[in-house]
């Protein structure tokens, strides 16, 4: 009768390998109520309220994983969601692309070429008539060879008297009275002197040749000449 015993304690010995290795695969929820349900198991004096406490606790653990899981599931869902959504966007505008594409190469193909203008014999030659006759009606006085050849200020500049009188001046003889000297005369009252010398001007007086003007008194004006002023 010993090795029917030996067989069934080696089928035993199988079995409970067997079982210790299916433990070791399940899933973390199960691994989880087995630690659990163990540690009970082996501590038998425990008292209830701690198996409460640790299947509470084992519940709370799987609520946690169950909620990290389903946020997990949400942010993946909505990805997907978004995924879809551009690549609907993608689409749409491939697609205008393409009809806009079309529309373009249409409206070049559509545009008449720009007719090519050739001048007719016609035309040329009522321009060249009408040239002629031009030519003909402004002609344009050519200068004589001695304007051509005389410098330029010599055909601008002309010489006033006052200036000629001047030049001859510097060949007289110095005069015995040479200085200056004032003329007083009666005035109204006083002006400018802008408008005096306007006055002087119209009474044919050079102005150039009264050096200054000023009002001694009341009704009196003095001009500062030459000794020598004619």
């Keep these: 009768m010993n090795p029917p015993k030996r067989t069934v304690s080696k089928v035993a010995k199988v079995n409970m390998n067997n079982?210790?290795?299916?433990?070791a695969v399940k899933p973390n929820l199960q691994t989880i109520l087995e630690t659990r349900t163990t540690s009970n198991t082996l501590l038998p004096n425990q008292s209830s309220e701690s198996t409460s406490h640790e299947m509470q606790g084992c519940i709370k653990d799987i609520y946690n994983?169950?909620?990290q899981h389903d946020a997990r599931f949400k942010?993946?869902?909505?990805?997907?969601?978004?995924?879809?959504?551009?690549?609907r966007d993608l689409a749409q505008a491939q697609?205008?692309?393409q009809q806009l594409k079309s529309a373009l190469a249409?409206?070049?193909?559509?545009?008449p070429p720009a007719p090519s203008v050739q001048p007719t014999s016609e035309a040329g030659t009522e321009a060249s008539r009408y040239a002629a006759v031009a030519a003909k009606a402004v002609s344009i006085p050519q200068p004589s060879r001695q304007q051509q050849h005389l410098p330029r200020n010599?055909?601008?500049h002309t010489i006033s008297p006052a200036a000629r009188e001047a030049a001859a001046r510097n060949f007289l003889p110095i005069s015995e009275t040479q200085g200056f000297a004032f003329i007083y005369l009666h005035l109204?009252?006083?002006?400018?002197?802008?408008?005096?010398?306007?006055?002087?001007?119209r009474l044919k007086l050079q102005s150039s040749r009264i050096l200054d003007i000023h009002y001694p008194t009341n009704n009196v004006v003095?001009?500062?000449?030459?000794?020598?002023?004619y």
């Design 19 to 23: 079982s210790k290795t299916v433990a």
């Design 95 to 97: 697609e205008l692309i």
């Design 188 to 201: 109204r009252g006083k002006e400018p002197m802008s408008a005096m010398r306007m006055r002087l001007r």
């Design 154 to 156: 010599s055909r601008q």
């Design 106 to 111: 249409t409206a070049v193909s559509s545009v």
């Design 222 to 229: 003095a001009l500062l000449v030459y000794s020598d002023y």
């Design 75 to 87: 942010e993946f869902e909505a990805l997907l969601n978004e995924n879809k959504q551009l690549r």
């Design 65 to 67: 994983i169950l909620q």
